[in-house]
């Protein structure tokens, strides 16, 4: 098969990718290795992390028409009460973590709306479910990826003149040789403040198994996990608690807190206000990632509000899931951690009441899509990342090294992105890096590789090191990543040139970046501090 642009991985970052090169008059391949595209937004379960002005600015314009999307499509086909459904900024699931608390199947359906009318011109043709197994190189090109079909096996040998790596773990770098970097960067590399002395590959982010619950009559014990001895035993040194328990450190201050639970609390969903200025949302977990609340529903319609686990007893560190040869273990293990929560949770967390348990909660895998009643695919904070012809680097946003100046201002900004440096424990045996950050820009150099000419990032993969990693994996950043990426392609494509011209010619810099304008991509933020 042959395209003008070959987009591998149809998380997030890729369906932005796609759209913006079918915006731009390319042929597209989109593959997907799982049964919804949308990545973290809809197969990894995890609810939009937005910063505090999303309603205003600070998105590009197709990551605005998905967010409308998503409301609209509860105003035409959910019962939603006539106050809900009034509301301008309707956030159907009234979590606190973000504005736009939604089920992934929403997001599943508007992202295909958005795609269909390519897909019916024949201009994109999706490949799903198939994943890359091997890619040839020519020099410093990529001359074609190898696709295989999960389920079959089946492999289609693809080509295009561009290729955008969308997959998750940055999985086309260690096949096309393409140069790149895991884990910490030693702070003689990078200046960091927050670096280690030494470089430490192998030491990512935790990734977690999410899920769907919801409360009701009855009981819903599933059966217990075969390592739930081990999680129940288990205490990090750095928690100051059992890691299935309500404390946790809090991510900011490393204090540890209790954190509430009370499921269907009957809250007025009209009084939740998701800032994150203020706090992470997160006191009381059933409402921190809930994504249905059933009171914006009309009486009788769901007998349970629905919240999405994605907390901190589901971090799993016990080791990484990238260039190791037991990886799969890993991801086993980080599924045996989520069940053992839930067990936990079902049989032996404490009540306000006094009480143990909550056996009423049920694993709602019809919400997620998992067949094993979690998310389809597992939430992987951290990437593989290109080595890049430009790196951001902690003291180009951090507020404390920037002061009040602001985040850097790149000459080839691309977009902008808001995120609080936001690191969870990881593998190394560290906890949470939590660092204030101002409001930043996405430099084109961060999605250039070093040597590669026809190979771009397209997701978490861009040039970011181990802790500015923390806020441009978050979903409006990983879109505008994408959708630059695919717009690039395209780009180069019709006017033959290369991306490193683009960038490192000024004149054509400057007609790119109107380009992107036009395509509602900003690239300033306007002054505004961060938090």
Known sequence: MHADVLVVGGGTGGVAAALGALRAGRSVILTEEYDWLGGQLTSQAVPPDEHTWIEQFGATASYRALRDGIRDYYRRHYPLTARARARRDLNPGAGWVSRLCHEPRVGVAVIDAMLAPYRGSGRLTVLQPYRPVAAATDGDRVAAVTLAHRDSGEQITATAAYVLDATETGELLPMTGTEYVTGFEAQSETGEPSAPEVAQPLNMQAVSYCFALDHVDGDHTIDRPASYDFWRSYRPSFWGAPLLSWSAPHPRTLEVV??????????????????????????????????????????????????????????????????????????????????????????????????????????????????????????????????????????????????????????????????????????????????????????????????????????????????????????????????????????????????????????????????????????????????
């Open 258 to 531: 209790e954190r509430g639970f009370t499921p269907n609390p009957g809250d007025d969903p009209a009084e939740v206000v998701a800032d994150q200025r203020v706090s992470g949302g997160d006191m009381n977990l059933w409402t921190f990632r809930r994504i249905a609340a059933r009171d914006n529903f009309v009486p009788g319609a769901y007998a349970s509000d629905i919240t999405l686990v994605n907390w901190p007893m589901i971090d799993y560190w016990e080791g990484p899931v990238i260039d190791v040869p037991d990886a799969e273990a890993h991801l086993a293990a980080a599924k045996e951690l989520s069940y053992s929560l839930l067990y936990w949770m079902q049989t032996e967390a404490p009540r306000a009441d006094g009480g143990t348990g909550f056996p009423g909660l049920r694993l709602r895998g019809d919400i997620t899509g998992g067949a094993d009643g979690l998310a389809q695919a597992p939430y992987i904070r951290e990437s593989r990342r290109i080595r890049a012809e430009y790196t951001v680097v902690e003291q180009d946003l951090s507020l404390d090294a920037r002061g009040g100046k602001g985040a850097v201002n790149y000459r080839d900004s691309v977009g902008i992105g808001m995120y609080r440096l936001d690191l969870h424990p990881s593998t190394g045996g560290d906890t949470y890096i939590d660092v204030p950050s101002s409001p930043f820009e996405i430099p084109l150099g961060a999605l250039i590789p070093t040597r590669m000419e026809n190979l771009l990032p397209a997701g978490k993969n861009l040039g970011t090191t181990h802790i500015t990693n923390g806020c441009y994996r978050l979903h409006p950043v990983e879109w505008n990543t994408g959708e630059v990426a695919g717009l690039l392609a395209a780009h180069c494509v019709e006017h033959k040139l290369t991306p490193r011209g683009v960038r490192n010619t000024p004149a054509r810099l400057e007609t790119f970046q109107h380009l992107l304008r036009a395509h509602g991509v900003e690239l300033r933020w306007p002054d505004i501090s961060g938090y």
